[in-house]
């Protein structure tokens, strides 16, 4: 199911041309044909596409999307974009009523994995995209395994990450360790390259008065994250992704997990966390480490925009090193929250060339300049990061993002694995965190909630 990402090349830099002209001769480029182009081959009618997304309070990529936008009716005249934005809990759990009413959007973000997406094909509320990825050649853009994490499911919506494509992702996010470099230096200490070097430099902040990781409880993402890293660090990411798929075997009830769950524990036990941990989501701990504060913070790079203040050359993200030497880079890396057209919409095929110029290699350039990963990035984007002026943590979580799509290995969020499983997990992790739960007790919860679902699914 991995492969690695089609090298396409990139638009460059020309010799002598800035920044800002480079933006727009790129966003000329995303274009279909002239500026007196109209949408999808309609030359009458004034069309308005409602395009809703779930990125509230992403000030970054949303000021990355509005050039977009703009630049999509410039070169559309007869579009105008009526682009709403609701934050992700909001859209999550409104997106099913909505897309059931009369007046849908002609463009959603929906969720990926089997809580969301997984409801909606099954209620045939989405379309399915292969004929226009086909047009458009979505796969010479995206490597087919990003495609089946962020949007290929089964038309019965019971097996994820093949069949049908119903959602495309324009940004990537991918969790990884954030470190603080100059806090490290002042400790003696080196980079981690293996998972022992990096809970002896947990050890070592820790005995010099320094938060080893930042980390937030009370809205469950941080929980999962941190557990699903060191369970692919202590065993595989192939092993993790055979649980989040339900392969032959699969359980959560096994020797691996609750080893895992005693290493969460351990750290727990002795102090590696922010005190308090249970009382902060992840906006405040994040804030507090884009701050100066703490050593590591087990993190997305969806948080790019926060750690780009004094501290952004300070800061950098690297994939939780593994404990075997020579494992390729591996980190929970999807697309962000992927795009989809649903049944009911009233423009598809303008929504499908809409898509289509959001996820274009130009318009992932406008979006690197508004510190964003793309889900089409390629190295030569690295060229374009470097002439854009884009350094620290930006440009690393961007430069690591490619490292692990094209050489290394995406896993999906463990989450997806039922839809009630980021309640379960969360849950779970903070109650194992805080002594409440036996790491036996932890494996037999979580498998209570797997083995069931994949016993309903068949």
């Known amino acids: 199911m991995r492969t690695t990402l089609t090298r396409l090349r990139a638009y460059r830099l020309l010799p002598g041309v800035g920044v800002a002209a480079a933006l727009a001769v790129g966003l000329a480029a995303c274009g279909s044909g002239s500026s007196n182009a109209t949408a999808a081959g309609q030359t009458t009618g004034r069309i308005t596409l409602v395009v809703q997304n779930g990125d509230g309070g992403e000030t970054g990529l949303l000021a990355g999307y509005a050039k977009l936008n703009a630049a999509f009716e410039r070169q559309h005249p007869n579009v105008t974009i009526k682009f709403v934005t609701k934050n992700f809990t909001d859209l999550v759990n409104t997106l099913k009523l909505q897309l059931s009413g009369p007046n849908p959007p002609d463009l959603t973000q929906v969720n990926q994995g089997y809580a969301s997406m997984g409801q909606l094909v099954t209620a045939h509320l989405l379309r399915p995209l292969d004929s226009y990825a086909n047009r458009y050649g979505w796969a010479s853009r995206q490597s087919a395994g990003l495609l089946g994490i962020d949007g290929r499911m089964s038309a019965t919506g019971k097996t994820m990450g093949s069949g049908v494509l119903w959602g495309v992702s324009a940004t990537g996010a991918w969790v990884g360790l954030w470190e603080n470099k100059k806090i490290l230096a002042s400790l003696g200490l080196s980079q981690p390259t293996s998972f022992t070097q990096f809970e002896a430099d947990l050890a070592a902040a ?43 075997g699969a359980s959560f009830d096994s020797a691996a997990v609750v080893r895992a769950a005693q290493t969460l524990q351990q750290w727990a036990d002795h102090g590696y966390f922010t005190p308090g941990f249970a009382a902060y989501n992840n906006t405040d701990v994040f ?42 880079p591996a980190a929970i890396a999807t697309g962000d929250i992927a795009w989809a057209i649903p049944t009911g919409s009233s423009h598809a095929a303008v929504a499908a060339e809409y898509l289509n110029y959001i996820t274009s290699p130009a318009a992932a350039n406008v979006l690197i300049a508004a510190d964003q990963v793309p889900a089409t990035s390629n190295r030569d984007q690295l060229d374009y990061a470097r002439q854009a002026r884009i350094t620290g943590s930006p440009y690393d979580a961007l430069a690591q993002w490619i490292e692990v799509m094209d050489s290394g290995v995406p896993v999906p969020y463990m989450d997806w ?20 739960l036996t790491p036996q007790a932890f494996a ?10 994949v016993k309903q699914r068949g």
């Open 287 to 328: 804030a507090k480490f884009a701050a100066g504060h703490g050593l590591f913070d087990v993190n997305g790079s969806f948080n790019t925009g926060v750690a780009t203040g004094q501290y952004v050359d300070e800061l950098t993200m690297l994939p939780v090193p593994s404990s075997v030497a020579g494992r390729p």
């Open 444 to 453: 037999s919860r979580l498998q209570a909630d797997y083995g069931a679902f």
């Open 206 to 248: 820790k005995q010099h008065g320094v938060i080893p990781i930042q980390y937030g409880a009370s809205d469950g993402g941080e929980s999962i994250w941190i557990f699903e890293s060191i369970l692919m660090a202590e065993t595989s990411p192939q092993e993790v992704q055979a649980l989040i798929e339900a392969q032959p």
């Open 417 to 436: 694995s039922t839809p009630t499983f980021y309640n379960t997990l969360s849950a779970a992790v903070t109650e194992l965190a805080s002594n409440r």
